[in-house]
């Protein structure tokens, strides 16, 4: 099996290039296709590729655990629920904030992730392990904090009050959604492929309902979603499907045999690369902030993964007795050289 550190890895060179592309496939600076095709194509294709695996793991000589009881199976929807309410949220807080005050709320939800982490998985972090979460949220604010003379420097806190219970709101959301995924993917010992293919299953239904809703609100204006499915796509608009799909692939795998937070520094680090990358493909102008941030998340990587014999000087310990006790009847111990010592 695949070591998670890999899997991380691999979650942050794709999840940094998905906005990369998803801006590559605009054409004059707008989407010519739909774009709320692209969840729901990239759901399909991760329901496609985890049955696939699912057919291939059944056919092994040890056959998958599969739990079919609908006690088990209902939970599964509520993912997807939840992502439904949260993206409604993101609108909704958008239109009370502007996109850069958006964006440095969102690093609420690796805060407000540690916190449910520890609520409802009951996982204990250390000390040192609150302060890295913490520094990692700091490292990403500073990243994307723009100098005073960018933009008014007093920017960030004049929305209104709406505006930042939403984005508190979303950041818990979002959190919610990634610890309860977790939950679901380490209660039994289900296949992988077997829990994909019901979170997916109900994934793709939901977006369906979305584009049908969406039908709906314009008046099919544009006809049903299912006629005009790939319209405008191009071969950038195949590999953001793609791109989106494997890396929900690479997330489910870490919720399995990693944890959120593994799956929150994956995502904190690729939104990094994303800044670094942005400065060579568009002309982006790195700050001080940038290079800021990107030293506060490595030294909060450090503090969270290496262990604490790396990030302190633990006192020695004691070099063993050359006294070794001897046992006795009863429960008495004693040394030899107590043995020797004269009675008074």
């Known amino acids: 099996m695949m070591q998670w550190y890999v899997v991380a890895a691999l ?5 940094s290039s998905q906005g990369i592309l998803t801006t590559l496939s605009q054409s004059n600076g707008a989407y010519k296709y739909d774009y709320a095709t692209v969840p729901f194509l990239a759901e399909i294709f991760k329901l496609m590729v985890s049955s696939f695996l699912l057919w291939k793991e059944s056919r092994s000589s040890s056959p998958p655990k599969i739990t079919t009881e609908w006690r088990s199976v209902r939970l599964y929807p509520i993912p997807s629920i939840i992502y439904l309410i949260h993206n409604n949220v993101q609108f909704a807080t958008l239109t009370f904030v502007d996109t850069s005050t958006y964006q440095i709320m969102g690093n609420l939800k690796i805060v407000t992730t540690g916190i449910l982490f520890r609520l409802f998985l009951k996982r204990k972090l250390s000390n040192l392990q ?39 709101l979303s950041a818990c959301l979002s959190a919610l959604a990634g610890v309860y ?37 314009t008046g099919f204006e544009n006809g049903p979603w299912w006629q005009r499915l790939f319209d405008g796509y191009t071969i950038i608009t195949f590999m953001v499907v793609l791109n989106l ?17 593994v ?24 700050t001080l902030q940038l290079f800021l941030g990107i030293f506060i998340c490595m030294m909060s990587l450090h503090m969270y993964f290496a262990p ?37």
Not at 11 to 15: A, D, E, F, G, S
Not at 146 to 163: N, V
């Open 130 to 168: 609150w302060m890295a979460i913490v520094l990692l949220a700091i490292g990403t604010t500073t990243s994307q904090v723009k100098g005073c003379g960018e933009a008014p420097c007093d920017s960030l806190f004049s929305s209104p009050i709406q505006g930042y219970m939403l984005g508190i």
């Open 181 to 217: 995924t977790e939950f679901l993917m380490k209660k039994n010992n289900d296949s992988l492929y077997w829990q994909n293919a019901q979170l997916y299953t109900f994934g793709s239904l939901f977006n369906i309902a979305k584009l049908v809703f969406d039908d709906f609100r």
């Open 11 to 15: 979650l942050t060179i794709l999840t």
């Open 245 to 261: 799909g494997s890396t929900g692939l690479l997330v489910s795998w870490l919720m399995k045999y990693a944890d959120n937070i």
């Open 308 to 344: 604490p014999s790396m990030l302190m000087d633990l006192p020695k310990a004691a070099p063993p007795s050359s006294h070794h006790p001897v046992e006795v009847s009863g429960d008495r111990r004693f040394s030899p050289d107590a043995a020797r010592e004269p009675h008074s």
């Open 263 to 286: 799956k929150v520094y994956s995502t904190s680090m690729a939104m990094l690369l994303t800044m670094v990358i942005s400065v060579f493909l568009f002309g982006f102008r790195p």
